[in-house]
């Protein structure tokens, strides 16, 4: 069973730094693009940044690029977005996704909350 | 930009009836790159349908895709009690835009 747990979200104030993780399973993992969207409270769905199987390509949303940095290990199966110079309109639910060529994002984290409030 | 717009932005029906959701791209897209979600309130969104018209593993076959071009379709033929929830449609592949959504609600 394919399954992508998340952690790391919390309560940081505005300029701060926070670090998400993404724990995979059930997938071989290194075989996979990989995703984070996030969704601010009430609003929709909004697609943030992914990485390549071998984590030589990476792309991002234009208000998040070169704040935020996304990778992977592939031997720990893990996936991090760390996120720096936070602002209060990156205070959303962060999901990671698998990202298949040809199909969409076919399986979903649970989201982890991201507050940056003062 | 590509932009999405989905239509209507609410929708009230009945079970048993059938629903139709619309998302219009600002340009033309590949039908090959086009995919619908459905998201229900606390959880994760899910994929429903991909390529357009392909629906996703596990995913009742009262749900359909269609289009091609700038206009793609959702259709529910019968909505169960199960299918009130926020639709929205992707365009993935070079830029991962989604549409603002529509919310099914039962009237």
């Known amino acids: 069973e394919v399954q992508l747990v998340e952690s790391g979200g919390d309560l940081v104030q505005p300029g701060g730094s926070l670090r998400l993780s993404c724990a995979a399973s059930?997938?071989?993992?290194?075989?996979?693009?990989l995703t984070w969207v996030r969704q601010a409270p009430g609003k929709g769905l909004e697609w943030v940044a992914n990485?390549?199987?071998?984590?030589?390509?990476?792309e991002y949303l234009d208000s998040v690029k070169g704040r935020f940095t996304i990778s992977r290990d592939n031997a720990k199966e893990l996936i991090f977005l760390q996120m720096n110079s936070l602002r209060v309109e990156d205070t959303a639910v962060y999901y990671c996704?698998?990202?298949?060529?040809?199909?969409?994002?076919?399986?979903w984290g649970q989201g982890t909350l991201v507050t940056v409030s003062s | 930009e590509l932009v999405l717009t989905q239509s209507p932005g609410t929708l009230s029906l009945s079970p048993g009836e059938r629903a139709t959701l619309s998302c219009r791209a600002s340009?033309?897209?590949?039908?090959?790159?086009l995919a619908w979600y459905q998201q229900k309130p606390g959880q994760a969104p899910r994929l429903l349908v991909y390529?357009?018209?392909s629906r996703a593993t596990g995913i009742p076959d009262r749900f359909s895709g269609s289009g091609s071009g700038t206009d793609f379709t959702l259709t529910i033929s019968r909505l169960e009690p199960e299918d009130f929830a926020v639709y929205y449609c992707?365009?993935?592949?070079?830029?991962?835009?989604f549409g603002q959504g529509t919310k099914l609600e039962i009237k």
């Open positions: 340009q033309s897209i590949s039908s090959l790159y």
């Open positions: 059930g997938f071989t993992f290194s075989r996979y693009w």
């Open positions: 390529g357009a018209s």
């Open positions: 990485i390549k199987e071998d984590g030589s390509r990476r």
């Open positions: 996704a698998r990202d298949v060529d040809r199909v969409g994002f076919d399986y």
């Open positions: 992707q365009r993935y592949g070079d830029s991962k835009t």
